[in-house]
């Protein structure tokens, strides 16, 4: 039997179009380099969105922007290798952003490091079920998709970029999760981390929907590496959305 590829949706056509506006900006120093994986790694992006993406969702789980080895190497938010791989199935061919940091190679899903966040929070999804259950209720983005590094490589993150550079990524942003929020008509929208909760409330201000937060499952957040997958479920219970 010949598998058929799932139909494009809203979901695509928004990330496209927040793709074509994120090229247009430019970033100071600190900022040496920008990788966007919504253009080098749209492949299997466009795959995780067609297959996983159909509304209606109980909860839009939403992240900061991409990791160095989770969707910077697979185009997938959160997306560590073999979550992505194995639990989603799904692998595509990615790209390469134009300029590299020797420190900060993209080889898609050939990479052999594993991203802790990802490896957390997929790891999260596949206990609360199969994908396809998992997937019927929640959908995971990321708010910005850029990655910025500067000349040492070390990783920028959205909200330490100054306030002049900030402003229309920030803007492009607000109107992605908003039409993102009216395709999935989710029940409430939960921010990975204070950073993307507050933009949440920000870019979501009228919807009417219920926002809040999950503890970001990094390791550089201290709390995070106490017990970080029972914080997250008692979080999700509190907003009603029990897994």
């Not at 991409?66 to 194995?86: D, H, N």
């Not at 909200?159 to 409430?188: E, I, N, Y």
């Amino acid at each position: 039997m010949v598998s058929r590829t799932p139909p494009p949706n809203r979901l695509e056509t928004i990330a496209q179009r927040l793709c074509r506006e994120v090229a247009k900006l430019s970033f100071p120093p600190p900022v040496a380099f920008v990788y966007n994986p919504l253009a080098y790694a749209f492949a299997p992006y466009r795959l995780y969105v067609r297959r996983y993406g159909a509304p209606p969702k109980t909860g839009l789980l939403v992240g900061m922007n991409p990791g160095p080895w989770g969707m910077a190497q697979t185009g997938i938010p959160f997306g560590e290798i073999a979550a992505v791989r194995s639990w989603m199935g799904i692998e595509a061919p990615v790209g390469r952003p134009a300029l590299l940091h020797p420190r900060r190679p993209v080889s898609g899903f050939a990479c052999r490091r594993s991203e802790t966040s990802g490896r957390r929070l997929w790891g999260l999804a596949a206990r609360i079920g199969p994908p396809e259950g998992f997937f019927r209720r929640f959908f995971v983005v990321n708010y910005c998709p850029l990655l910025f590094f500067d000349r040492q490589g070390v990783n920028l993150t959205p909200d330490r970029l100054p306030a002049a550079a900030g402003a229309p990524l920030f803007s492009a942003c607000d109107r992605a999760l908003a039409d993102t929020v009216a395709f999935l008509q989710p029940q409430a929208v939960v921010g990975i981390g204070r950073f993307a909760a507050e933009r949440a409330r920000i870019a979501l201000a009228g919807f009417g929907v219920v926002i809040g937060m999950l503890p970001h499952p990094s390791p550089a957040n201290p709390a995070a590496n106490r017990d970080w997958e029972g914080q997250a479920r008692a979080a999700l219970a509190q907003l009603g959305l029990p897994c």
